[in-house]
């Protein structure tokens, strides 16, 4: 008997949390992620967390993408890495992008998002790390599941 291994495409949410509304380079990220062969929804902007929250569940992503310009990442991005966990989601890629302040990312990071990008990050560096990111975390959970 042949073991056939069925992939599809990595799926990525892309969100704009808070009241900010300026949202071209959250567009400009989703469609190279989109023209990377990656399925990609698009939340659209003045997402609440838990409406960010809601559509992961909703979609099963593997990955959640947030996009801030308005500073008010330290109060929002834990309400999401709460709800998350409330939720039960412990296997979901996050990372941030936007204005970041340097100061900011330890404790960014330190919440369990995994990737902090900035202005001028080229399209293909966020590819890049959602590709290894996600094609890592699939490696684990097909090992794991062989060896049971």
Known sequence: MVEMQITRPIRVLVAKPGLDGHDRGAKVIARAL???GMEVIYTGIRQTPEMIVEAAIQEDVDAILLSILSGAHMAL????????????IKDVLIAAGGILPDEDI??????GIKGCFGPG????EIISFVRENIQAERLNA???TTQQ
Do not use: G, V, W, Y
């Open 77 to 88: 991005f834990p309400k999401i890495i709460n709800l998350l966990k409330q939720n039960e």
């Open 106 to 111: 330890p404790a960014i990071k330190s919440m």
């Open 142 to 144: 097909e090992f794991n």
């Open 121 to 124: 990050t080229s399209t293909r």
């Open 34 to 36: 989109r023209d990377a």
